[in-house]
């Protein structure tokens, strides 16, 4: 390495993760820092085209932890990235219908009105993506297919990436208003659909508040490739010219997102709190999304079931014109930060 990196930009969704966690605790700044390297949010930024790079990665020297939807569109449109962790936080993935729709399993689904979101100005639906994921997987239970259901669109305006971000209280949050959220689930609601798809806190969140059925929590089956979906395995994923040019970074983050895990599996109660901040949730629906337990799945590897998750994944995102082209997941993993701490478990000790 000739030179110290002068900025790691760095983002995460508002999901349960280590780096969530490291960055919070300032794990992240100080490690890098002590290389000269300070650390930017990406999604704070004032330029929507950096903004965007949490969805296309675009960015040089940039570190992405997160669903893995936009990481794998991002190395099918030919990105040079490099998937450096793995992690599996199982969460609750519900189909849900009004308590009159007569609905009840899965099987009663065939025929009836299924709501989408329909995010066409993005450059890649992740929320439309996952919603369908959820749906075939479900379906694939009872001998069903997607054709067996009659879809409905609900066209959201402008990209995930308009709104600033700005964290407030350890939160990260839009800095505006926006308009026009949860469509389909107002379409449930007011009789346009009989069922949608939501993941995650807000899902058992607003379950609960609307009085709402849960046909299948697809989040819950014993079958890893039935829960996975975008945040099971969430991918840690930083640009080849950051391995290249600057691997002490690339270990230095991986290192303070070992760290923040190993932490918050000993402070189960912080952790809740942390991991409540992350999803701008409650600690009751944290631990209603992502278990009681949640504090334990916080868990970055390169673990075998979450290879073979993403890859059948990455088929899905192609089978259904996600991607313009699959790959080989194996090629996009660099095991080799990941082996170096391994190797140096001194770095874990703090």
Known sequence: MSHPLDTLWYTRCPVPTGLGIAVQKGWLQDTLGALGTEVKSLRESSDKAVRESHFDHTLRNSVRHGGNIPAIWARAQGRETRVIGLSWADEVQL??????????????????????????????????????????????????????????????????????????????????????????????????????????????????????????????????????????????????????????????????????????????????????????????WVGAAYGDDAHLRLRTELDEQAIVALQDFTHFLHRWRFIPTSFDVRQWIDPRPLQALMETPTALAG
């Open 95 to 284: 189909i849900l219908t009004r308590a009159d729709s007569g609905i009840k399993t899965v099987k009663d689904l065939k025929g009836r009105r299924f709501g989408l979101p329909d995010w066409a100005g993005a450059q890649i639906d992740f929320t439309r993506a996952q919603a369908l994921r959820g749906l075939e997987n479900a379906l694939k239970l009872e001998a069903l297919q997607v054709g067996d259901v009659q879809l409905v669109n609900f066209r959201y305006d402008g990209t995930f990436s308009d709104p600033q971000v700005q964290t407030v209280n350890g939160t990260p949050v839009s800095a505006q208003r926006v308009e026009g959220r949860n469509l389909e689930l107002l379409g449930l609601l007011r009789g346009e659909v009989d069922a949608i798809f939501l993941k995650g806190a807000s899902a058992a969140r607003q379950a609960h508040e609307f009085g709402l059925h849960t046909v299948i929590d697809t989040g819950s089956h014993p079958e890893p490739l039935i829960r996975s979906n975008n945040g099971t395995p969430r991918t840690l994923a930083v640009d080849l010219n950051l391995l290249d040019q600057h691997f002490d970074v690339a270990t230095g983050i991986l290192d303070s997102v070992l760290r923040a895990e190993q932490w918050a599996h000993a402070h189960p109660d912080e952790a809740r709190r942390y991991l409540a901040r992350e999803t701008n949730s409650s600690e009751y």
